[in-house]
């Protein structure tokens, strides 16, 4: 034997000891781990991180392996992006895997959600380059199933926002006159019972008596001195102007032949202070603000009435211009205005809705659940006042409550249109645009909507859509609806989910369903079991999605109908 085939012998055992011209080795399913597993649906998609560990003396040194994973449900199968990784001696930018001592390498997954991937298998395809061969070895299966329980998130669940009437069946209207009195004096002069305000109070006590839709609540008296002089004597004073005006109403009021007007109270202040400072900060007085400082330091009245009078400079002006404001008794009446009761709010709807206001109109809609009376009621308030954007908002949040996307959209657009800055219609525009998964314009829309309650809620929604769960448990606070308990559940924070989804004031299928998820990941047989019987009486086609949810894996639920 020449020395060429010794050479050439001893090149090719080497060959043979390093692997170059032999094959990679099928790749076994300990070799991965998958996080999470099963996959689980986020938002609109199925991510998840599979996890390589490559032993010893399997990964090639002139090999590259391009990574494939394939979700394979219901015959078909979704791929996600390739990953490739080489060996030691292959030139390339790919992350290595030595020969010598193996490694760990991460295959990031994710897929568009699709409701049949419940029932699914992640498969790994290997695709290998050799220098100029390429083979495919076998797939592996590294994961089973997909737990599709945020997909029960529903923008059609959300509340949308009433943009509410102004009716109130008792509105309160108060009249008030003064009577002034002179410095040290009590008695009633006759110019102050002739005064504009006294014949006006009289007149509107005298047209609430004789209203059939009006009461006389009360009828107050409140008299005053002025802070000046000794406070016994100012006392006596307040007292007596008080009983003076009382005797005076008291006659009034019987020669008005008024005997219905509640009760009549009276009180006196012995040294209006507060009027005083008051009056003051008002004024242009020099050194008001040396006044206000005297008030605010002594608190004794007979010291206050010192200190200011000792400002001689400006005490003239004020027994010229405050004081005598302060010497009065306030007569006011209380009267309250009836509106129309609910009976004759909806026999006007029903006979002639052109007599009831907008607010009445929409008043009227609360009364009743009917969902078609409901749509007349709000059809004939935009009807007659169409330069109302509450009558198009409200007919919009009727129609997207009963599932008419499209019309309420057209009225939410409508009220918008009227109104640009009112909340309301921009909220339930929102809604709409998270109905079509335009992320964008509903985020916009809720940023118009500011101050609503519902808004909580809308946003909610969109964290929950969008896959963080964490930011729409903040949002949805203490809202008890199903959206706002998946978001609870999601985060594991399984007691306060029970206590949403117990609070809910109309549970639907969805609800229950829910409650038999919450039982299955606290391990309460019963509940799933009461619960998904529930559910699947509400809407059968849960009793298909139970059977293969594998948040029922460890639960005999195939049979329950």
């Given at each position: ?12 055992a080497?060959?043979?000891?390093t692997g ?7 790749f076994?399913?300990d ?7 099963p996959?689980?649906v ?6 998840a ?23 394979v449900?219901?015959g ?11 060996g ?16 760990t390498v ?10 049949e ?19 495919v070895l076998?797939r ?13 998130a529903?923008a059609?669940?959300a ?9 109130q069946?008792?509105?309160?209207e ?13 008695n009633?002069r ?21 209203a ?5 609540e ?7 001195a ?12 307040a ?12 006659k009034?009021?019987?020669?008005d032949?008024?005997t219905?007007?509640?009760?009549l ?7 209006d202070?507060?009027?005083f ?15 206000l ?9 007979e ?7 000792n ?15 302060l ?17 004759e ?6 006979t002639?809705p ?38 198009f ?29 009112e ?11 998270l ?11 809720f940023g ?11 946003t ?11 930011a729409a448990?903040k ?8 959206n706002?308990a998946?978001?609870q ?21 969805t609800t ?6 919450l ?12 619960n998904?019987?529930?559910?699947i ?25």
């Amino acid at each position: 034997m020449n020395i060429k085939s010794i050479v050439a012998g001893g090149a090719c055992a080497m060959l043979m000891l390093t692997g170059c011209n032999k094959k990679m080795n099928q790749f076994q399913a300990d070799y991965f781990s998958v996080n999470p597993n099963p996959l689980e649906v986020v938002g609109e998609r199925v991510p998840a991180t599979v996890t390589a560990n490559i032993p010893q003396k399997f990964f090639l040194k002139n090999a590259s392996v391009t990574v494939t994973p394939y979700l394979v449900f219901n015959g078909q199968e979704v791929a996600s992006q390739s990953y490739t990784f080489q060996g030691e001696k292959v030139r390339g930018n790919a992350p290595v895997v030595y020969y010598d001592h193996g490694g760990t390498v991460t295959i990031p997954v994710v897929y568009n959600y699709q409701p049949e991937m419940i029932k699914s298998e992640l498969m790994l395809a290997f695709n290998v380059r050799q220098g100029n061969k390429q083979y495919v070895l076998p797939r592996v299966k590294v994961a089973n199933g997909v737990v599709t329980t945020a997909a029960l998130a529903q923008a059609a669940n959300a509340t949308p926002a009433i943009a509410p009437d102004k009716f109130q069946r008792i509105i309160n209207e108060k009249y008030a006159a003064d009577i002034r009195f002179l410095v040290n004096r009590s008695n009633i002069r006759e110019s102050e019972l002739m005064t504009e305000d006294m014949y006006k109070l009289h007149e509107n006590i005298a047209n609430a008596n004789a209203a059939s839709n009006r009461e006389i609540e009360e009828i107050n008296i409140s008299s005053y001195a002025s802070p000046e002089g000794k406070l016994d004597y100012n006392t006596r004073l307040a007292e007596q102007r008080e009983k003076n005006t009382n005797e005076y109403l008291t006659k009034q009021l019987k020669r008005d032949n008024i005997t219905e007007f509640g009760e009549l109270t009276a009180q006196f202040t012995p040294e209006d202070w507060e009027g005083f400072r008051s009056l003051v900060a008002k004024s242009n007085i020099q050194d008001k603000e040396l006044i206000l400082s005297v008030l605010e330091q002594f608190k004794d009245p007979e010291e206050r009435e010192r200190e200011i009078r000792n400002l001689s400079s400006v005490f003239d002006q004020l027994a010229d211009e405050i004081l005598p404001q302060l010497r009065y008794s306030r007569i006011t009446a209380s009267i309250n205005v009836i509106g129309k009761s609910d009976r004759e709010i909806q026999e006007l709807f029903a006979t002639n809705p052109a007599k009831l206001s907008v607010d009445e109109i929409l008043y009227c809609a609360t009364l009743t659940d009917n969902h078609n009376q409901k749509l007349k009621i709000y059809n004939k308030a935009a009807e007659l006042y169409p330069d109302d954007y509450r009558t198009f908002n409200d007919l919009g949040v009727e129609q997207f409550l009963n599932g008419d996307y499209s019309a309420a959209k057209a009225n939410f657009t409508q009220a918008a249109r009227i109104a640009p800055a009112e909340a309301e219609p921009q909220l339930n525009l929102g809604l709409t645009s998270l109905m079509k998964k335009d992320y964008r314009d509903a985020r916009q829309k809720f940023g118009n909507a500011a101050g609503l309650q519902e808004l909580g809620e809308a946003t909610g929604t969109l964290y929950l859509l969008q896959g963080d769960a964490n930011a729409a448990v903040k949002s949805f606070g203490d809202t008890k609806s199903n959206n706002a308990a998946l978001a609870q559940i999601l985060t594991k924070n399984y007691s306060k989910a029970k206590t949403t989804l117990a609070g809910i004031a109309n549970p639907d299928a969805t609800t229950y369903y829910l409650m038999a998820v919450l039982g299955a990941r606290t391990n309460n047989e019963s509940m799933v079991k009461t619960n998904l019987k529930q559910a699947i009486a509400l809407d059968k086609k849960l009793a298909r999605r139970a059977a293969a949810d594998l948040e029922f894996a460890n639960f005999n639920v195939a049979n329950i109908r």
